[in-house]
């Protein structure tokens, strides 16, 4: 089945810089890449999402590469806010078969 | 419209007892999953119902764990004899099939297992 490994596990930045999140998958036929965000105690939250066809796709200040050959996807944040802190959760899917990477941590220092 | 509902929203048990979760997905959503999600960990897959097709149960721990949908409605995810390591957010979450694969995520139930 699917993996999905995700680094880093921890990310400090400050404010107004930016931050990358990098994942893996074993799963050449997966086609699907969501980003979830998770504020404490909250449920994860849909942030953007980029399918195989596409190598890049930006929502503001948030945007998402793919490299199928690497079988490698990033999250982009620029100009980090505190309200950025958060848990960011990648995955990949193979039709509704989803795996989830372990978690980065993101804290934003004001 | 109304999104995924999860009840109860905390649950107390005691080491040795049965618990029963409940998941009602968002109206048409053919795809739900169930994750478990231990304190500062991530998300780990559970079980997948998609219509009426057999689930994959790939993701239970133990035979301890299980879960039913009757169609496309309400779920419950079912945990026999409750160990203290079972102690954890069971989140739920639901999709549209036919490739729109957001998945839509519930509340979640904490389980504490004294």
């Known amino acids: 089945g699917e993996n999905v490994e995700q680094h880093p596990s921890t990310l400090s930045v400050q404010e107004g810089d930016s931050a990358v999140i990098k994942c893996t998958y074993s799963d050449s036929a997966s086609n699907y890449f969501p980003w979830y965000k998770q504020e404490l105690g909250k449920r994860p939250q849909l942030i953007i999402d980029?399918?195989?066809?596409?190598g890049e796709k930006k929502d503001q200040r948030i945007a998402v590469t793919l490299n199928k050959t690497a079988k490698h996807f990033s999250l982009h944040i620029t100009e980090t806010q505190p309200e950025d802190s958060a848990v960011y959760f990648c995955?990949?899917?193979?039709?509704?078969?989803?795996?989830f990477g372990a978690g980065t941590r993101l804290t934003v220092k004001p | 419209g109304a999104g995924v509902s999860q009840s109860p929203s905390n649950k107390v048990t005691e080491k040795g007892k049965d618990v029963e979760l409940r998941c009602d997905p968002i109206s048409g959503h053919t795809a739900l999953y169930w994750y478990r999600q231990r304190l500062g960990q991530g998300l780990e897959f559970l079980i997948y119902?998609?219509?009426?097709?057999?689930?994959?149960k790939s993701g239970l721990p133990s035979d301890r764990f299980s879960a039913e949908r009757t169609g496309e409605s309400v779920s419950t995810l079912t945990i026999q004899r409750t160990q203290q390591e079972d102690s954890a957010v069971y989140l739920c979450a639901s999709s549209v099939d036919r490739g729109l694969v957001t998945q839509y995520f519930g509340p979640g139930t904490r389980l504490t297992v004294l």
């Open positions: 119902f998609q219509g009426n097709s057999a689930p994959d």
């Open positions: 980029i399918r195989s066809n596409v």
């Open positions: 995955a990949a899917s193979v039709m509704n078969d989803m795996r």
